[in-house]
C-alpha cells in the first residue's frame, strides 16, 4: 500500500505533538521549552498541511496533463494543459499564502533549523512554480516555451524536494533530543 503525501508528512509531525503532549518532561525550564516546542508544531502543522495537499492537487494535474500527452489526442491534451496552467498559478499562489503564514511563526530555538529549511523549501518550490507556469503557459498561448526556464524549474523543485526532505529528518532529530 502506498502512503499518500499527505501521511507521509504529516505523521512525523504528529507523531512530535504527541511525544511532547505525553507528559514525560521533567522541570520547569524543560516544560516551558517542551510547550514552546509544541505549540510551535501545533502551529505549523495546518501550514504544513496546506502545502502537502497543494503538492498533491499539483501534481495530480501534471500526471493528468502527461496521460493526455500519452494520448496523443491533441483535444485532450489542450484541455489539461489549460487546466494544468491554471493549476500551477493556484498552487504558486497558495504556496506564496503558506509561505508567508509559515515566516509569521516563532521557532523555538531547538526547531530553528527545522523552521528554516522549511521556508528554504517553499522559496525553492515558489521559484520552481513561477518559472513552470511561465513555461507552460508559452506552450500553451505560443505552443513552445524556453526549455531552459523549463530545466530551471525541474532543477528548482529538485532542490526544493531534497531540502523538504531535510527539514523532515531535522524534524526526528528533533523528537529524539533527549528531554
Same mark, same amino acid.
Given at each position: ?7 507521509? /508528512? ?11 503532549? @505525553? ?7 524543560q ?8 505549540? *510551535? ?11 502537502? =495537499? !497543494?503538492?498533491?492537487?499539483? +501534481?495530480?494535474a ?8 500519452? %494520448?496523443? +489526442?491533441?483535444v485532450?491534451?489542450?484541455? =489539461?494543459? !489549460? +487546466?494544468?496552467?491554471?493549476? #500551477? ?5 497558495? !504556496? ?9 511563526? !516563532?521557532?523555538?530555538? =531547538?526547531?530553528?533549523?527545522?523552521? %528554516? #529549511?522549511?521556508? =528554504? @523549501? ?12 511561465s *513555461? /507552460? @503557459? @508559452?506552450?500553451?498561448? *505560443? ?12 532543477t #528548482? ?9 531535510? %527539514? ?12
Amino acid at each position: 500500500m502506498r502512503m499518500r503525501a499527505t501521511e507521509r /508528512y504529516l505523521i512525523p509531525i504528529l507523531a512530535a505533538i504527541l511525544v511532547l503532549t @505525553s507528559g514525560m518532561v521533567v522541570g520547569c525550564a524543560q516544560k516551558r521549552s517542551t510547550a514552546k516546542l509544541e505549540t *510551535y508544531l501545533e502551529e505549523s502543522l495546518p501550514i504544513i498541511k496546506r502545502h502537502v =495537499e !497543494t503538492t498533491e492537487i499539483g +501534481n495530480q494535474a501534471n500526471r493528468t496533463f502527461l496521460a493526455a500527452v500519452s %494520448s496523443g +489526442n491533441q483535444v485532450k491534451v489542450i484541455k =489539461e494543459l !489549460t +487546466n494544468y496552467v491554471d493549476t #500551477l498559478d493556484w498552487a504558486l499562489g497558495r !504556496t506564496d499564502s503558506v509561505l508567508l503564514d509559515f515566516k509569521k511563526l !516563532t521557532p523555538p530555538p =531547538e526547531a530553528r533549523t527545522f523552521h %528554516s #529549511l522549511v521556508i =528554504e @523549501s517553499l522559496i525553492k518550490e515558489q521559484a520552481g512554480l513561477g518559472d513552470m507556469l511561465s *513555461y /507552460y @503557459s @508559452s506552450v500553451l498561448r *505560443y505552443g513552445f516555451g524556453d526549455d531552459k526556464a523549463l530545466d530551471n524549474a525541474n532543477t #528548482l523543485m529538485l532542490e526544493a524536494q531534497k531540502i523538504w526532505l531535510q %527539514s523532515q529528518y531535522e524534524l526526528q532529530d528533533l523528537m529524539q533530543k533527549p528531554e
